[in-house]
């Protein structure tokens, strides 16, 4: 699937505390004729360290490990040719994505799992063009589609004995890709997720997804690959609040990147910006430092705080910006 084979190096350092992942891979090379190493969630420059001496030229982790590790390289130079990353654990931007394959020279491609498929779902070929299913043990639907056949990811397993599901609700949105895939392989295809069920929003934008937002950020320089949007309502004005991680964040660059993402969204999405210069809606920016956004392992990209109003961390990061 991925031309590996005897000679080439892997290692994965995917969590081996709690998570599955690291547990799938050492189970699943032993079919293979790779060197593999499996190490849990080593610390990344200690991994930089070892990539030349080890010539490990596959690496499985998560994104934002991946991401953290390319930063070190980059700093301190290649260590030696890679020929793929296999990324799990959560979704990727666009943008994240063609920084570490453009640093690498390899293809990142994803996996979609959860603790409760206790197993991979579905891959990314090197086509990197939706997620093909694990159809040997899973039976997915898409229920309850829209318009364009996205909806709700429906499980049921084919042959577990232990904990079988049957169309269990999964929570994430994708729709089925209708193609056959390029690569050949027979497995049907879901699209990249949309995102969660509880991660859109209804809002004066209509319904958001956070893949709404990526595409904003998408022209500005210099962030970081978390990023979180609030919803919430400042005396009754609904308040869309970027809360991004920029690097080496002066005023200048702040303020660059406000610019950048009102003209992304005048640019791409008329009505939403209309709606802002209407002051329908308000927009606001708070920057942090890299690596701050993160408090659990999934970071939730957007977030309905219209209830509860933004956490007091967000504090005195924000950054108004007002309609001219
Ligand atoms: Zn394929």
Redesign the pocket.
Known sequence: LYGLGAGDRLLCSLDLGWGLGSLLVERGVRYTPLFAMVAGRVDPLEAYRRLGEYRFNVLVSDPFWLARLTGIARERGRPGPMKLLLGGGEGITERTRAELEAFWGAPLCMTYASTEAATILAFE?T?QSGY?VNEFDFYPEIVEPDGDGYGEIVLTTVTRRVMPLVRYRTGDVARWEPAP?P?G?PFGRLSPLRGRLDEQVSCAWGNVHPEFFEPLLRPVPGLGSDWQVSLYERELTPVVQFRLELEGGGDAARERAVQEVLAALQRGHQEAWLAYCQRLVDIEFAFFAPGTLRRQRKLLRLVDERPSGPPDWVGRAVHRSRPQ
């Open positions: 070929c086509q093909h895939c690569c392989l």
